[in-house]
């Protein structure tokens, strides 16, 4: 059974760092593109970072250029987050997701997902 579980979200105040994790069991992780997805209350689902599963390349949207950080382990089958200078704006629940494409932005490129973790910056 495929599974990813996130953890590490919690409630911050703003400038604080914080470094979400993924946790892929069921499938090889490595073998796919993964990506980080978050949806604020009353907002849609949007794109915030991925990782190649070849050379781990890296694809950050606009708010997270320079702050956030996707990398991965793939001896630990995870991938990670790490979110510098959080923002208020950044409240929203994370989740990851795993694709067979290169650096898709787009959730229908994804065909895994994981429940999500909660994050809230407090101004």
């Known amino acids: 059974q495929v599974q990813l579980v996130e953890s590490g979200g919690r409630l911050v105040q703003a400038g604080d760092s914080l470094r979400l994790s993924c946790a892929a069991s069921?499938?090889?992780?490595?073998?796919?593109?993964m990506g980080w997805f978050r949806q604020a209350p009353g907002k849609e689902r949007v794109f915030v970072a991925a990782i190649s599963r070849v050379e781990s390349i890296t694809a950050y949207s606009d708010s997270a250029k320079g702050r956030f950080t996707i990398s991965r382990d793939n001896a630990k089958n995870t991938v990670y987050l790490q979110m510098n200078s959080l923002k208020p704006e950044d409240t929203a629940v994370y989740a990851c997701?795993?694709?067979?494409?290169?650096?898709?932005?787009?959730?229908?490129?994804?065909?895994?997902w994981g429940q999500g973790t909660q994050v809230t910056v407090s101004s």
């Open positions: 997701a795993a694709s067979g494409a290169t650096l898709p932005r787009t959730e229908n490129s994804y065909f895994y």
């Open positions: 069921g499938f090889t992780s490595s073998s796919s593109t």
